[in-house]
């Protein structure tokens, strides 16, 4: 059965309302801290834990993407919306 609503599911509501609760410059600050962590480990010789952590600096940004259209863009700007005109 597919939905023609196109709206969020619970794990999907759930998921936003944590994480809207994070202010976004978190997943900024960490991933330079991994950027930061990871020219650490290489300066001391660790090539593998260099690169591993650094790896990380991506996804952080990612989830501040996501993070940023939650909040702009996610399901509680149309549900206030279709409140606020009740």
């Known amino acids: 059965m597919i939905k023609k609503d196109h709206t969020e599911g619970k794990v999907a509501k759930a ?3 944590q994480t809207s609760k994070l202010p976004s410059d ?3 600050w960490s991933a330079l801290g991994s950027m930061a962590v990871s020219a650490t480990l290489k300066a001391v010789g ?3 834990s260099a ?3 650094g790896q990380w600096a991506a996804p ?3 989830l501040g ?3 940023k259209l939650v909040k702009v863009e996610g399901h509680d700007q149309k549900e206030n919306v279709e409140v606020n005109r009740d």
């Open 15 to 17: 998921i936003e309302k």
């Open 26 to 28: 978190v997943f900024l």
């Open 46 to 48: 660790k090539e593998k």
């Open 51 to 53: 690169l591993f952590v």
């Open 60 to 62: 952080f940004l990612l």
């Open 65 to 67: 993407v996501y993070n």
